[in-house]
């Protein structure tokens, strides 16, 4: 029988990475603020967390990461400019940043992983349920998967992570997810994680996206998790250990993902991502699509 949970107010939002990828363009700007389309994909993030019902959003960033914080501050001297001008609608656009929620921030100084920068959230969230959205997934609006999430972390407690089929051969790209299926379609029972098994080992075909909801049990296993795969604290050794006992954090359930999400983290990706995000803006498509068939057959 299923029980109500606390409801869920806080996200928190990984932003410390080097974004070694994209240099030189990283150099100075943080990886987060490179724009897709004509918002930075933090903002998409954010935007997504919002949508979701969790208005209380922490980033945990480190050196060079100001730009986040300007990005979701207020710019009176930009905003007093555009009211002079009367450009109702892009002073409408300056402003939507900075009112979207109530933004906090904390360094995680010496960058060890995105176990630990999980850690670094513990005193802003204490002892309630909490998200975790990760910058280089964006999720599409039309498809709701973290206010789904929370719906069933809310109903069943413990933790809940975003899974979605990738092809055998990439999932070494991956955590990795060995599941049991349970009496709701998209929702399955996580048994076991491993992270970027070799292909032949992988329990599954199901890949850990982005997206978390995570009982705040976690962070009593983080303080005590070993540094793993590639010298840092994983996020994943942490589930594993939830998984495998849910005694400790009540149970872990994933839930498989079908709709579009676009993956800013790498070079191609990118740029795949905001071709499929400029061709679907009313504003932009048309012209955008017709420019892109014209180059195309061109190239052909």
Known sequence: MTQSHTRISKAVIPAAGLGTRFLPATKATPKEMLPVVDKPAIQYVVEEAVAAGLSDVLMITGRNKRPLEDHFDRNYELESALTRKGDAERLQKVQES???????????????????????????VGDQPFAVLLGDDLIDPRDPLLARMVEIQEREGGSVIALMEVAPE?????????VEPTAQGDAVRVTGLVEKPDPAEAPSNLAVIGRYVLDPAVFDILRKTEPGRGGEIQLTDALQLLAEDEKIGGPVHGVVFKGRRYDTGDRGDYLRAIVRLACEREDLGPDFRAWLRSYVTEEM
Do not use: K, W
Not at 103 to 120: F, I, K, T
Not at 171 to 177: F, K, L, S
């Open 170 to 178: 990439q999932i070494h790209m991956y955590g990795c997810a060995a």
């Open 98 to 124: 900075s009112d979207l929620a109530t933004m906090h921030y904390v360094r995680q100084g010496d960058p060890r992983g995105l176990g630990h920068a999980v850690l670094c959230a513990a005193p802003h």
